[in-house]
């Protein structure tokens, strides 16, 4: 398996030792399809806990999740980052969004995945007898309007 490359290193998001607010960006633009891209829900990772909203102290996340195309991977959070808080994208991965195999996985993902945390939490509760899940069903994803 190839090494899949984490777009959102931040130690706020104990996904590594970068400072997330080094790369808060007001001057980078970022398209629909880009954001687009990072909603997708292709479950890569995830790491039960809890932890602090980098931008809001008072409001505690579950995870991290990490979602994936195959070549990168990403916070489940990281379009919310984007869009309210200005995170930078590195260029390198808005290249490939906008490629022809980013192009194609995401058409191929958006008619074709069922692999997502929800999906594969609501069936291990579904068909497991006496096992006890914790994680809420809608894995503790705020809204961006809460977020």
């Given at each position: 398996?190839?090494?899949?490359?984490?777009?959102?290193?931040?130690?706020?998001?104990?996904?590594?030792?970068?400072?997330?607010?080094?790369?808060?960006?007001?001057?980078?633009?970022?398209?629909?399809?880009?954001?687009?891209?990072?909603?997708?829900?292709?479950?890569?990772?995830?790491?039960?806990?809890?932890?602090?909203?980098?931008?809001?102290?008072?409001?505690?996340?579950?995870?991290?999740?990490?979602?994936?195309?195959?070549?990168?991977?990403?916070?489940?959070?990281?379009?919310?980052?984007?869009?309210?808080?200005?995170?930078?994208i590195p260029d390198f991965f808005i290249k490939h969004v906008n490629s022809s195999e980013g192009k194609k996985w995401l058409k191929d993902y958006?008619?074709?995945?069922?692999?997502?945390?929800?999906?594969?939490?609501?069936?291990?509760?579904?068909?497991?007898?006496?096992?006890?899940?914790?994680?809420?069903?809608?894995?503790?994803?705020?809204?961006?309007?809460?977020?």
């Amino acid at each position: 398996m190839p090494d899949i490359i984490n777009i959102t290193p931040y130690k706020e998001l104990n996904q590594g030792e970068k400072c997330i607010y080094d790369f808060i960006n007001k001057e980078q633009k970022i398209f629909e399809n880009v954001i687009n891209y990072l909603k997708t829900e292709s479950a890569f990772l995830m790491s039960p806990g809890i932890y602090t909203h980098p931008f809001k102290s008072d409001i505690k996340l579950l995870g991290p999740y990490l979602y994936t195309d195959g070549k990168y991977c990403w916070d489940r959070d990281t379009w919310k980052y984007v869009v309210k808080y200005n995170l930078e994208i590195p260029d390198f991965f808005i290249k490939h969004v906008n490629s022809s195999e980013g192009k194609k996985w995401l058409k191929d993902y958006t008619e074709n995945n069922n692999f997502t945390w929800k999906n594969i939490i609501s069936e291990k509760k579904k068909n497991s007898k006496n096992e006890l899940f914790l994680i809420p069903d809608d894995i503790g994803d705020l809204d961006l309007t809460d977020f």
